[in-house]
């Protein structure tokens, strides 16, 4: 089964930081793109970065420039994404989302991040 | 930072057809580039529901079909069940510097 897991997520003080984690399985993770996509409560989805089969290319949205690190290890099938300087409009659901030709074909559950004191 | 228009809102009775526009910009549905669309349950992960414009993934019943014209998209639903009362997202690529993929407003699909 195609399936893509995060783990990271939690409460963590503005100025923090935090780790998140996406384990994918059921495909050859090295082959595809992937992103993370966040959704802060009750409001729409919001792309937020872009890393390639080799992690090469890397994109960001404004919003996280300079402050968040998309990453991978192909070798473990895994993505992350390291959020420093967290703010409280950082609060969201973080879902890792396969890339199928510049669409998200496979999402994982999602992982929540609190940013609060 | 949403860059694609949908109406907050649609609703309608079961068995009735709905639509659902997206609208966009010369950097992004208007450039040519393909819209997407995604299904999102209560509380649950979005499901992707139409690529390509208009292609539905194996499973997707074909109630569901999307149409793309000029700098706007739409997402019908025809024959409305009960099941389909979820938030529904457009999705494009964007060209300008401000991001790569950016999502519409998101609408949410009641039945009545």
């Known amino acids: 089964e195609v399936q893509l897991v995060e783990s990271g997520g939690g409460l963590v003080q503005p100025g923090g930081s935090l780790r998140l984690s996406c384990a994918a399985s059921?495909?050859?993770?090295?082959?595809?793109?992937m992103n993370w996509v966040r959704q802060a409560p009750g409001k729409g989805l919001e792309w937020v970065s872009y890393i390639s089969s080799s992690g090469s290319t890397i994109y960001y949205a404004d919003s996280v420039k300079g402050r968040f690190t998309i990453s991978r290890d192909n070798a473990k099938n895994s993505l992350y994404l390291q959020m420093n300087s967290l703010r409280a409009e950082d609060t969201a659901v973080y879902y890792c989302a396969r890339d199928m030709i510049r669409y998200f074909d496979i999402w994982g559950q999602g992982t929540m991040v609190t940013v609060s004191s | 930072q949403s860059v694609l228009t949908q109406p907050p809102s649609v609703s309608g009775a079961p068995g009735q057809r709905v639509t659902i526009s997206c609208t966009g910009s010369s950097s992004n549905i208007g450039a040519g580039y393909d819209v997407h669309w995604y299904q999102q349950l209560p509380g649950t992960a979005p499901k992707l529901l139409i690529y390509g414009n208009s292609n539905r993934p194996s499973g997707v019943p074909d109630r569901f079909s999307g149409s793309k014209s000029g700098t706007s998209a739409s997402l019908a639903i025809t024959g409305l069940q009960a099941e389909d009362e979820a938030d529904y997202y457009c999705?494009?690529?964007?060209?300008?510097?401000?991001?790569?993929?950016?999502f519409g407003t998101g609408t949410k699909v009641t039945v009545l």
């Open positions: 059921g495909f050859t993770f090295s082959s595809y793109e």
């Open positions: 999705q494009s690529y964007d060209s300008s510097l401000s991001g790569l993929y950016v």
